[in-house]
Structures are given as structure tokens and as C-alpha cells.
């Protein structure tokens, strides 16, 4: 698979973490910067969103 098709997989359909089944929630995947509205001048040094996974904590 290309990487543009990869990436947009993962990102509108991203595998779900236990924690989000357990919990109901949604915080799998990462979410490009472009997609965000962030509304400041330094969204320009921005990367991407992901959550932190929970066996970091």
C-alpha cells in the first residue's frame, strides 16, 4: 500500500486500543495537523496529534 493510503487508514480508520473498548472512548490513531483548527501563528511548527498510550503513564 502507498504511503498516502497507509496514512490516511490510519488516520480515518485507526486499529482501537483495549483502552478505548474498556472506556468507550475514541484515541486511537494520529490526526494530521492540517486536520486540527488551531488558531495560532505557531501551528506552523506543529506536527501531529496522537494520544499518549496508557502504558506510558
Known sequence: ??????R???ELLPSRHAFDCVRGT?????????RLRIASGNKSDGASY???PPEVF
Open 26 to 34: 475514541d484515541t486511537s490513531g494520529i490526526v494530521a495537523l492540517k
Open 1 to 6: 500500500m502507498n504511503r498516502f493510503l497507509r
Open 50 to 52: 496522537q494520544a499518549t
Open 8 to 10: 490516511l487508514k490510519e
